[in-house]
């Protein structure tokens, strides 16, 4: 069996990394930790990923913004989007009458007097 570095086998290198590597599963703990106040702080107003960024940058966050994403989606935590600017209004309870086009009216005689008004 060929050895890597300093005569260790992959085997056992892969072992000693497991050992010291972070445990499978850490970051759902911390997120499921931090569960209400992210929902808290969603229903506020904020996004999720400036939450993300947040907790990145003061609690020392370690998961990569995809992974959080994919624990807000699995935990029902999302942004609930504001109503559409361009969303129909309410209908009013008496419908405005209805609209009647103006038609063009061709007249081969022109009115003189509407052309060039009182010359008198």
Not at 6 to 18: I, K, P, V
Not at 63 to 85: D, L, Q, W
Request: with cysteine.
């Amino acid at each position: 069996m060929k050895t890597g570095s300093a005569g260790r086998t992959l085997l056992s290198q892969m072992q000693e990394q497991l050992v010291t590597s972070k445990l499978r599963g850490q970051n759902r703990a911390v997120f499921l930790r931090m569960r209400d106040e992210i929902a808290e702080t969603v229903a506020a107003g904020y996004t999720v990923k400036s939450i993300w960024e947040f907790l990145r940058s003061t609690r020392g966050l370690e998961m990569a913004y995809e992974t959080f994403r994919v624990h807000c989606k699995a935990a029902g935590i999302h942004r609930v989007p504001k109503a559409s600017r361009f969303a129909a209004p309410a209908s009013p309870a008496i419908p405005p009458p209805p609209i009647t086009p103006k038609r063009f009216t061709y007249a081969s005689v022109p009115n003189e007097k509407a052309l060039y008004g009182d010359q008198d």
